[in-house]
Nanobody
Framework: QVQLLESGGGLVQAGGSLRLSCAAS????????MGWYRQAPGKQRELVAT??????????SYADSVKGRFTISRDNAKNTLYLQMDSLKPEDTAVYYC????????????????WGQGTQVTVSS
């Protein structure tokens, strides 16, 4: 089994910064894609950013709403994902979820998706 644990959420004023972390643990052989999603009250969950690692290179993608303000990164040695959020706006307020596409030690050829429990980010105006 694989677990994802997010941390780093909180309350911040508009224009401020927060850094989210997501630590993956358990029976992990390989992680292909990791990403951050968010869900605001009354809205659907939406993609914020993803990062795909292949060997020593990584490819990132961002939602248009966060480009230039958010930076996604990962530490493959620690199986940890990060999201640096700068210039935060009230509309960034949401529960942020970590996602990982993982192959386990038991089945190294099949990747399954896992979700964290979410961390609340609140940006005040």
């Amino acid at each position: 089994q694989v677990q994802l644990l997010e941390s780093g959420g909180g309350l911040v004023q508009a224009g401020g910064s927060l850094r989210l972390s997501c630590a993956a643990s358990g029976s992990i052989f390989s992680i292909k894609v990791m990403g951050w999603y968010r869900q605001a009250p009354g809205k659907q969950r939406e993609l914020v950013a993803t990062i795909t690692s292949s060997g020593t290179t990584s490819t990132t993608s961002y939602a248009d709403s966060v480009k230039g303000r958010f930076t996604i990164s990962r530490d493959n040695a620690k199986n940890t994902l990060y999201l640096q959020m700068d210039s935060l706006k009230p509309e960034d307020t949401a529960v942020y979820y970590c996602y990982a596409n993982v192959a386990s030690l038991r089945d190294r050829t099949t990747f399954y998706g896992y979700w964290g429990q979410g961390t609340q980010v609140t940006v005040s105006s």
